[in-house]
């Protein structure tokens, strides 16, 4: 026999043996099936995604459908394998139950049927034997779809019950998992949310503690400097600066140097929050000393950050010196980034030279696209106008406002332009004492922009208008339960 006729009938008997196999072994049977199914709904999801035209209602329905029917033929064909005869396929049964059910759980919670994906989980965790980073996931998982639904004690039990299982939060391989990593530091921020202080203040105790064991080293580097960074954020959040500035130390390389941005930050919290100045200058020359090659790019942001710290300190010619330089040999950042030409106005404002700064003030607003320092600014001439008797002057202004503001929102739908703008126009609102309507618009950012610093800084004012100007308590405490639902994602909920 020729060698390629002995390699093709070597092929179509192993082929042959593969076949028997499978149809003399049940275990080995009912895995392929689930295998089967399990690609086939697998193919239909990756469709949905790739092809626009199936991203709608019906063809999400398909899929589906296609993840509910193998997730409830795992569930009756893994009770027909036997864990001790067959200990490799009962696993391989195992996981692709749990995969197939964490993808039904998701398509569940991506059409916002929480209580759905909840009963998903829960049968999940009930029938199968799971491994100790799925079990985990899964109770993270069924934490969020109860947090959605606003099962809010079950979700809080669930988090918790997934941090326990999972401690420290690494994988077979010592990394990160970070679907479970991110629960402590979830749930003081959805206790910040909820205005529970007590429970805030325990959380954070509790988070404090879980990041601060990883920090120590124990289980390895990298585990060490997420959890120092966690611990960054966290102080910093509850206005713990010099907690936050301490962890911000430990981001360091392996040969010992400060982290850039570590540093950066570091900077920034000794010049705003705790007007350490001096040490703020000296950090940020370092930086600039240390830049090189397209690094260089970070000279203007170091050389405006560093004229605000001047400004502090009354140094005024010496802050507008370093803006003249930014301008000078930066022209590009300058023309569009308004924050220099704010300080160079401030800095006469705060000289003292009013008819300069209001030259500097106004030709912000003549020449900058709209951000929050155009904003802003039309809203602070026009007090001063009404401050120096000019009525007329100040009614302009709020009337261009009010008009800047409304076209910003169209130019900018859906982006973080129109949250900044809903917001000014609110705070216009609220000068008109106008409340209700500018209760509602704040509402309307937090409910189109969740999770993100605009919604959440939209919701605690117009809770604030509700409660003092409204005299409305419960719709109040309704707006924040409801905001909270929405902060499921372990990513975006910075308080």
């Keep these: 026999m020729k060698p390629l006729s002995r390699m093709l009938s070597g092929t179509v ?11 003399d072994n049940h275990a080995v049977r009912i895995r392929y099936q689930a295998e089967k199914l399990f690609f086939e709904a697998d193919r239909l999801m990756q469709n949905a995604r790739i092809r626009p035209e199936l991203n709608d209602p019906r063809a999400l329905a398909t899929v589906r459908n296609a993840y509910d029917e193998l997730v409830r033929f795992c569930m009756t064909a893994i ?14 049964m195992a996981s692709l139950t749990h995969r197939s059910s964490i993808r039904l759980c998701q398509l569940y919670f991506a059409t916002h049927r929480y209580d759905s994906c909840a009963e998903v989980i829960a049968r999940l965790v009930a029938k199968v034997p799971l491994e100790t ?8 998982l069924m934490g969020q779809a109860l947090q959605a639904s606003g099962t809010l004690d079950s979700a809080f039990a669930c988090y918790r019950r997934g941090v326990d299982l999972l401690n420290p939060p690494l994988d077979g391989k010592g990394e990160i998992v970070f679907n479970v990593f991110n629960v402590p530091a979830h749930l003081v921020s959805l206790y910040a949310q909820l205005g529970d202080s007590l429970k805030a203040d325990e959380a954070f105790a509790q988070a404090s503690g879980y990041y601060g064991a990883i920090a120590s080293g124990k289980y390895g580097a990298r585990p060490a400097l997420a959890s ?16 936050a500035i301490a962890a911000l130390e430990k981001l360091v390389d392996s040969s010992g140097v400060l982290n850039r941005d570590a540093k950066l930050r570091i900077a920034d919290l000794r010049a705003a929050e705790l007007g350490d100045f001096d040490m703020a200058i000296r950090y940020y020359d370092e930086l600039l000393a240390d830049l090189k090659g397209r690094d260089t790019m970070m000279k203007p942001v170091l050389f405006f950050k560093k004229s605000l710290v ?9 802050a507008r010196q370093l803006l003249v330089q930014i301008q000078t040999y930066y022209p590009g950042y300058f023309a569009t980034d ?8 401030r800095s006469f404002e705060s000289e003292g030279n009013w008819n300069r700064a209001e030259t500097e003030y106004k030709y912000l607003i003549d020449n900058y696209p709209p951000s929050e320092q155009t904003f802003s600014t039309l809203l602070y001439l026009a007090d001063q106008y009404t401050k ?7 009614d302009k202004l709020l009337e ?12 900018g739908a859906g982006t973080p332009l129109e949250a900044l703008a809903l917001m000014y126009k609110s705070e216009l609102l609220r000068r008109q004492q106008q409340w209700r309507p500018s209760a509602e618009a704040l509402v309307a950012v937090s409910d189109r922009f969740p999770g993100t610093e605009f919604g959440r800084n939209a919701l605690i004012t117009a809770v604030n208008v509700y409660r003092q100007k409204l005299n409305d308590p419960a719709t109040a405490d309704s707006l924040v339960r409801a905001y909270v639902t929405k902060m499921t994602r372990l990513d975006e909920d910075r308080i």
């Design 310 to 318: 001047l400004l502090e300190m009354k140094q005024y010619e010496t």
């Design 388 to 394: 120096m008797g000019r009525t007329i002057e100040s």
């Design 400 to 411: 261009q406002a009010r008009q800047t503001y409304d076209q910003a929102a169209v130019q």
């Design 79 to 92: 009770d027909s394998v036997s864990p001790s005869a067959n200990p490799i396929e009962y696993r391989e």
């Design 338 to 345: 308004p924050l220099p030409q704010y300080t160079k106005a």
């Design 133 to 140: 980073q799925e079990a985990a996931g899964a109770q993270v």
């Design 228 to 243: 120092s960074a966690m611990l960054a954020r966290l102080n910093t959040d509850r206005g713990n600066w010099n907690a």
């Design 13 to 23: 008997l192993l082929a042959g043996l593969t076949v028997l196999s499978c149809a």
